[in-house]
């Protein structure tokens, strides 16, 4: 069963940064990953992904040049460097596998989360 667990969320004042972590179980860390948010009362959407190797990478627009998102293989672990927050940035974080160009994930199952808040 795939398990994703994201941590490294919390609340920070506008400008500030944060740095978001997801473990993936097995088979799944093979995959593109990518995070994904979801703000109160919007779908979720795409943020950035990573190819397998780490070397490709795309990004939201709309946080294009401020969040970078990396993988360590040999962890299974996925990052979101997270830099001149904005509270627009305010959502639950979450990571998946992701289709490359596509953007969606072809996963249904989804891990619990992490909570970012941004303060004006």
């Known amino acids: 069963q795939v398990q994703l667990v994201e941590s490294g969320g919390g609340l920070v004042q506008a400008g500030g940064s944060l740095r978001l972590s997801c473990t993936a179980s097995g088979r799944t860390f093979s995959s593109y990953m990518g995070w994904f948010r979801q703000a109160p009362g919007k779908e979720r959407e795409f943020v950035a992904d990573?190819?397998?190797?780490?070397?490709?990478?795309e990004y939201a627009d709309s946080v294009k040049g401020r969040f970078t998102i990396l993988r360590d293989n040999a962890k299974n672990t996925v990052y979101l460097q997270m830099n001149s927050l904005k509270p627009e940035d305010t959502a639950v974080y979450y990571c998946?596998?992701?289709?490359?160009?596509?953007?969606?994930?072809?996963?249904?199952?989804w891990g619990q989360g992490t909570q970012v808040t941004v303060s004006s």
């Open positions: 998946n596998t992701v289709i490359p160009g596509v953007r969606t994930t072809p996963s249904n199952s």
């Open positions: 990573v190819s397998r190797s780490g070397g490709t990478t």
